[in-house]
């Protein structure tokens, strides 16, 4: 799900890349999230309201 995430956020697919993260954390937050605040392929994600509100879920 992070994978496919990734590719959407290169596409410019922002809903349904957010739709993956959001599953990829439920499933393994531990492994794939902290690489979503640092990887510049999220980027055009950065300043979505769902990505800032996952971002806020992770930190707990």
Not at 10 to 37: C, H, Y
Not at 38 to 44: A, E, G, L, N
């Amino acid at each position: 799900m992070y994978f496919s995430a990734r590719a959407c956020a290169f596409t410019n697919e922002k809903e349904r890349a957010l739709d993956d993260l959001e599953r990829a954390f439920q499933v393994k937050p531990v492994i794939s999230m902290p690489f979503v605040k640092s990887d510049p392929v999220f980027d055009s994600l950065r300043d979505e309201p769902r990505n800032r509100e996952l971002l806020k879920k992770m930190r707990r």
